[in-house]
């Protein structure tokens, strides 16, 4: 069955373990991280100036879709800018992939898929 959810009047939640600023709208969620099976999709909401301050690692994939708004990427050691990412970039990180710490300027809103 089809399922239509308009994204920006959805409740966007902060779970335990988000950095401040930082939000979710979870669309679709069956990836079983105990079984290494299914899939996730979610929507992932920077306020402007929000950021996270470690690298990341999992062992499952994510493809990334910058919807709009800006992403930085930031030097894990000192959390300074190497890259400025805009609306449009696409990222694909394979399981045990190391990414981030990332912070944005304006805001933005990212689409990810996460899958085993």
């Given at each position: 069955?089809?399922k239509?959810?308009?994204?920006?009047?959805?409740?966007?939640?902060?779970?335990?373990?988000?950095?401040?600023?930082?939000?979710?709208?979870?669309?679709?969620?069956?990836?079983?991280?105990?079984n290494?099976?299914?899939?996730?999709?979610?929507?992932?909401?920077?306020?402007?100036?929000?950021?996270?301050?470690?690298?990341?690692?999992?062992?499952?994939?994510?493809?990334?879709?910058?919807v709009?708004?800006?992403?930085?990427?930031?030097?894990?050691?000192?959390?300074q800018?190497?890259?400025?990412?805009?609306?449009?970039?696409?990222f694909?990180?394979?399981?045990g992939?190391?990414?981030?710490?990332?912070?944005?300027?304006?805001?933005?809103?990212l689409?990810?898929?996460?899958?085993?």
């Open positions: 069955m089809e239509i959810i308009d994204v920006p009047s959805q409740d966007w939640l902060a779970p335990e373990g988000f950095d401040p600023g930082i939000e979710q709208v979870i669309v679709n969620n069956t990836l079983d991280e105990v290494k099976a299914g899939i996730r999709t979610r929507f992932v909401r920077f306020s402007p100036g929000a950021r996270t301050t470690k690298k990341f690692i999992h062992d499952y994939h994510e493809e990334v879709f910058l709009e708004g800006d992403q930085i990427l930031l030097d894990d050691s000192n959390l800018q190497l890259e400025q990412y805009h609306q449009g970039k696409f694909t990180r394979p399981a992939t190391f990414h981030g710490p990332f912070s944005s300027e304006k805001g933005c809103v689409l990810e898929v996460h899958y085993y």
